[in-house]
C-alpha cells in the first residue's frame, strides 16, 4: 500500500496541473465553430413595456392633454410633422412614422378594426345601430405614439380615425366623426358619432358602466365639480377611473345640440 501512494500523489499533481486545461478545451470545442440561434425581438421595434388598461387610459389622456397644436370643430387637431425631439412636457403624442410593428394593427386592417369597434359599441347599446359603417374611402387613419417622455417604456400605439376632409361637407348624420382605436386590441378609447340621439336619450350612467366594463377597467365613480364651464356645452357628465398610481383618469360622456354629436372623451 505504502508502494502506491507515490503513484496516486503524482496521479493527483497531473490532473491539478492538466485536468482544468483538457476541461476548459472540452467546452470550447462545444462552443466554438458551432452556430447557435437564439430568438430576440426585432430590431429596431424597441421595448414596450405591458401596461393594464386603466395604466393605457390615463397615459393616453395626459398625451392628448398635453397636445398645443390649433383645435378642429371640437375635437384636437394631429401632429403631423412634430419632432418629437423638440417637444416639451412630460407627455407626447406623436405620429409614428415608423408604421406598425408586427404586432400591431395595420393601415389595412384598421378600418376593419374600427367597424369592429363600433359593432361592439352597438352590441353593448352605447351607439345606436343606425350608425354607419367606417368606409375606407371616406376616412383616414393617421397611427400615433402615446409616450410617458420621463419613463418611456410607458407608451402605447392609438390610431386616429377620422372622416376625411373631403367628406367634410357632405352627410354626416349617423357617422363616426372621430375615434382614437388601441393599435394593439381595437378597443375605442374616445369617439364622436353623429346620431339622432338626443340628450335625453343617451343614459350617461349606463354609458359609463357599459363602456367600462368593455376597456376592462374599474366600475366609474362620478366626477363632481360646480363649474359648469368644464365643457363647451351644459350637456356632459364626468367619471373617474384610476390611473398611475395615486393618479386618475377623468372620462366625459357628451352631446353637442344642433348637429347631434354624442361624444366619449378622456382628459386628466
Known amino acids: 500500500m505504502w508502494v502506491l501512494f507515490p503513484a496516486f500523489t503524482v496521479c493527483v499533481m497531473l490532473l491539478s496541473v492538466w485536468g482544468p486545461e483538457a476541461l476548459a478545451e472540452y467546452k470550447d470545442g462545444a462552443i466554438l465553430n458551432v452556430t447557435h440561434t437564439e430568438e430576440t425581438e426585432a430590431a429596431g421595434e424597441g421595448y414596450r413595456y405591458t401596461l393594464s388598461a386603466n395604466e393605457k387610459l390615463y397615459i393616453l389622456s395626459q398625451c392628448l392633454n398635453s397636445q398645443t397644436l390649433p383645435e378642429s370643430e371640437q375635437n384636437p387637431g394631429r401632429t403631423e410633422g412634430v419632432d418629437y425631439q423638440d417637444l416639451g412636457g412630460a407627455y407626447a403624442f406623436v ?156 372620462m366625459t360622456i357628451g352631446f353637442y345640440e344642433g348637429i347631434n354629436e354624442f361624444f366619449l372623451k378622456i382628459s386628466k
Do not use: C, H
Not at 198 to 217: C, H, P, Q, T
Open 95 to 250: 405620429v409614428n412614422r415608423r408604421g406598425p410593428s408586427g404586432q400591431e394593427i395595420t393601415d389595412e386592417q384598421i378600418y376593419g378594426t374600427a367597424d369592429e369597434g363600433l359593432a361592439a359599441l352597438k352590441e353593448l347599446g352605447i351607439l345606436p345601430d343606425t350608425v354607419k359603417e367606417v368606409d375606407q374611402g371616406s376616412y383616414d387613419a393617421v397611427l400615433y405614439s402615446a409616450i410617458d417622455v420621463l419613463e418611456p417604456r410607458n407608451n402605447l400605439a392609438v390610431w386616429k380615425v377620422s372622416l376625411s376632409d373631403s367628406q367634410r361637407n357632405a352627410d354626416k348624420a349617423n357617422r363616426l366623426i372621430d375615434a382614437y382605436i388601441d393599435a394593439d386590441g381595437g378597443k375605442i378609447y374616445e369617439f364622436y358619432v353623429r346620431t339622432s340621439l338626443l340628450w335625453e336619450d343617451i343614459d350617461a350612467d349606463e354609458v359609463a358602466r357599459k363602456w367600462s366594463g368593455y376597456m376592462g377597467l374599474g366600475e366609474p365613480v362620478p366626477y363632481e365639480s360646480d363649474n359648469p364651464l368644464l365643457e363647451t356645452t351644459p350637456y356632459f357628465k364626468k367619471y373617474v377611473f384610476s390611473g398611475m398610481g395615486e393618479e386618475r383618469t377623468v
